[in-house]
Nanobody, 116 residues
Framework: QVQVVESGGGLVQAGGSLRLSCAAS????????MGWYRQAPGKQRELVAQ???????NYVDSVKGRFTISRDNAKNTVYLQMNSLKPEDTAVYYC??????????WGQGTQVTVSS
């Protein structure tokens, strides 16, 4: 049984910050990429940030300079530091973890709401 557990969502005012955490545990093999998607009401799910185990990072243009993804590989944990939050960032954020055999595991989602 594989678990991917997220935390850190909440309600903040525009300009504020949140840090999301996501830990993968259970009967899993070595994790390669980890990252974050988000989905706002009425919109498609989009990839926000990802970080392969090699250390590179990728961000959607709308969050560059504001969000930072990081990892603790020993704990199979990925973080998303979100600064200068905007109302447009309001969404359910989903963590994922990819193992070395190509399986993808998903978190349950955590709500981030940014008020004006």
């Amino acid at each position: 049984q594989v678990q991917v557990v997220e935390s850190g969502g909440g309600l903040v005012q525009a300009g504020g910050s949140l840090r999301l955490s996501c830990a993968a545990s259970g009967s899993i093999f070595k994790i390669n990429a980890m990252g974050w998607y988000r989905q706002a009401p009425g919109k498609q799910r989009e990839l926000v940030a990802q970080m392969p185990s090699g250390g590179s990072t990728n961000y959607v243009d709308s969050v560059k300079g504001r969000f930072t993804i990081s990892r603790d590989n020993a704990k199979n944990t990925v973080y998303l530091q979100m600064n200068s939050l905007k109302p447009e960032d309001t969404a359910v954020y989903y963590c994922y973890a990819d193992n070395v055999f190509g399986s993808r595991y998903w978190g349950q989602g955590t709500q981030v709401t940014v008020s004006s």
